[in-house]
Each structure stands twice: as C-alpha cells, then as structure tokens.
C-alpha cells in the first residue's frame, strides 16, 4: 500500500498514472494521499481531485465535517484526514488555526493529509516534514503535532 519517499513541500502530486506508478523518491502529503488512494481503491485523483481547496471542497464525502467533534471511531482505511498543524518539527506549539489566515481557502490550503489506516499503532500514514519522510505514525504521534479538523472517503 505505501512507499518509503522523502518529504519535499513542493513536490506534490502528479499529473498522471504512469507518473505515479514511475519511479520516484520525492514527494509530500497531497502525493502520499494520491498514491495511497490508488493502491488501496484503484482510483487514480487527478491534481484537482488532490490538491486543496478543490480536493477539501469537492473529492470525496465528509465522514467528519468541522462542526462535529472528531473521532477516529467513525474512520475506515483509506479516509482523508484534514489537521492543523499545530507543533513544528522541533516540538514548538505553532498557530495554523483558521483565524491565523485571510482566507477560508488560505486556511484550507494550509491544512496536512493523512490517511488513517486502522491498523494498531499504525493508524497514520502520511508524508510530512516532521520526520522528513513517509511514515507511519500511531494516534498520540499525529496528535500530537496535527490537530485533526475533517476526514473525507472516496
């Protein structure tokens, strides 16, 4: 289902299949999401399926929308999850909150991808700059510095 990459902020997803099934060592969070969601349900995302505020808008149904309390009871394998970040990479408590932004879609751009998997101290897998990689990480990990805020199925 995965793959060991290295995290790059601006190396996101790709325009096509054969893109995605190549060979390469690069990528990000939108990236993990996109690879993710093909190798798990055959379906290929297209850039605007991928990339915000068109993928939080219009891919996919809200399984949690912002105004419900987030649980990962309701999450299967293969859901979106939408976070805040809320620490950096060295642990300092950073402010991505909506009203830190000028715009709703400024906001939603900002937010990480995870996918949550369900698997025991497993549950996340993403890319993110934290570890520097693709990864998996278990619920207290991701919680620690992501505050999750929707979670979307396709």
């Known amino acids: ?16 299949q054969e893109d995605l099934l190549s060979e390469w060592a690069i990528g990000n969070c939108r990236r ?14 297209k850039l605007e399926q ?3 505020p068109a ?11 912002k105004d419900q309390e987030f649980s990962f009871d309701s999450l299967v394998d293969g859901d979106i999850i939408y976070a805040e970040k809320i620490r950096n990479k060295n642990g300092k408590e950073v402010d991505k909150s909506e009203n830190t932004f000028n715009s709703a879609d ?4 900002s937010l990480h991808t995870a996918l949550y998997t369900g698997e025991k101290d497993r549950e996340i897998w993403h890319a993110t700059a934290v570890e520097g990689s ?5 619920l207290e990990k ?13």
């Open 55 to 65: 993928a939080y808008n219009e891919t996919g149904v809200f399984v949690i929308n």
């Open 142 to 154: 991701f919680l620690h510095f992501y505050k999750p805020i929707v979670a979307k199925r396709v």
């Open 32 to 45: 993990a999401v996109q690879l993710y969601t093909f190798r798990k349900k055959n379906l290929f995302l």
């Open 50 to 52: 991928v990339l915000c």
């Open 134 to 138: 693709s990864c998996f990480w278990p």
């Open 106 to 109: 400024e906001y939603i751009i």
């Open 1 to 16: 289902m995965t793959k060991e990459f290295k995290y790059k902020f601006d190396a996101g997803p790709v325009a096509s």
